[in-house]
């Protein structure tokens, strides 16, 4: 009998007992163990199997389930002898920092210490007898959700000391989702606290415990060393561009193919390949996430089920507060071009908007990009990796998430598109200032309007009429076309029932203009003067089936004008 398709599940143990679809992962134990690192990072995507792994690990290892071997009795790892004799030899400290999604750093702070609080409850029977002295059981009891910074950051070295001299060896610790505090830290502001935080503690653990045997840390991203990695130089960093344990996390191609078949859906391989394949780790291609395939095989529904877990909040954020340039490659990805660029793994997050590169090494790290090919440079001395979106899933994803930042302007934005489609100025006028009056600040960073706030909020604008329109028009922008670069264009995919469409933004300029007519003007002349048609009529689109709009914008007023038309009353 198949094994039952189960959805959520991340306990090792339950999967097994309750016969749940399970991938062999197992190897995966003895690669590591035999590794001999001394701390182990690893980075994944979300949903790539962290959780199940890490579970896997302490059951392998803890003492508290020695005798438990027939959780393994059929995998690959129990097919060698001295490694039946390593289950169940170890104490395992298993901790997740998943859950700590914090609003405020008094929250977050207090949510790991709960973390740690149970962690020792878990081990509370070294409270009996003399093992620990009575100083010393005050100092069990007396760690809490309130303990000070100190105690917090000696706590869990503190804690491998007492099982290490209870079991005779020292101590296996698995930190899971170490990343998250870190990123929730970032978006709701209060990452310095944390760093100075999560620094002290990981110190302890990982670099000055003389109780620890071996470490694993799992997360999304490599936080940069200098953050809170900084006195960890035993650190073995495996990011999603390492070779080592390239297919320990995700589904191979032929393990999904394997499912399909087992599954009865061996006729859909190719159709689950062009949603699902696409994740590159290292020098192994064709990785697909496990938690599309399982629900895929619930199913049997081709869907956005990776991309629509979890939150994609940072990602959207990143993309919508970012500069002109970003949002132009993501313009491009999303057209099925790819960007060339250097990587920097090392994720400084308070640098995520300001530094070059971050972005995309961010969404490298998280799954939403792929690596398609990489060259080292001689003239530079580093690599520079061609990315693309990864697939069609993540592709459908950000689709999702630009079209969310007008969702509260939703009526007034589907309104605009179809003014432009009828080429109705004053419609178009009318809700375009409505949607820029209730989303402009929305695109920009901080509580203080910035210079650039007119270029993120039209250039989001951009990526919004890229996504509604992509049915009917072929959108690129800042591309050469006649004497210059246009704004925007719209070609579109039948000729003979679509008009083509030019767009050129400006900001209005105090200096060079004494009104937005003139700025909306200088937008037209420079259409015209430029001869940005051009490129239109090179595709067989005649002048006449061409329309041109200027775009002004002061603040949140904008106006918009077509060629020679008079400027709607009222709106200046």
Known sequence: MNEIIGIG??????IRQKNIFYVDKTRFIREWWEGRDEVTLIARPRRFGKTLNMSMLEKFFSVQYAGFGELFCDLAVWEDEAYRRLQGTYPVMFISFADVKETSYVQARKKICRIIKALYNRFD??????????????????????MEDNEASYSIKVLSGYLSRYYGKNV?????????????????????????FIRSMFNATFKTNPYLERAIMTGVTRVSKESIFSD???LKVITTTSDKYADSFGFTENEVFAALDKYGWSARKQEVKSWYDGFTFGNRTDIYNPWSIINYLSTGRLESYWANTSSNSLAGKLIREGSKETKQIMEKLLSGETLVTEIDEQIAYNQLIGKRNAVWSLLLASGYLRVADMEFSERTGHRQ?????????????????IRDWFSEVEDAYNDFIKALLFDDIDAMNDYMNKVAMAVFSYFDTGNVPSKEEPERFYHGFVLGLMVELSGRYVLTSNRESGFGRYDVMLEPLNSEKDDGIIMEFKVFQP?????LEDTLKAALKQIQDRQYERTLNAKGIPKERIRTYGFAFRGKQVLIGKDNCSIPVGML
């Open 9 to 14: 599940y991340q306990d090792f143990a339950r």
């Open 125 to 146: 029977f070294l409270l009996e007898g003399e093992l620990l002295n009575e100083s010393e059981k005050d100092d069990f009891r007396n760690i809490s959700v309130d």
């Open 172 to 196: 296996i610790i698995l930190l899971d989702e170490y990343d998250t505090p870190m990123q929730e830290a970032y978006v709701h502001g209060y990452w310095d606290e944390l760093v100075s």
């Open 232 to 234: 960890l130089n035993n």
């Open 511 to 515: 200096r060079k203009e004494r009104s």
């Open 385 to 401: 990796y061609e990315l693309e979106l990864t697939n069609r899933e993540v592709k459908v994803m950000f689709k999702s998430i």
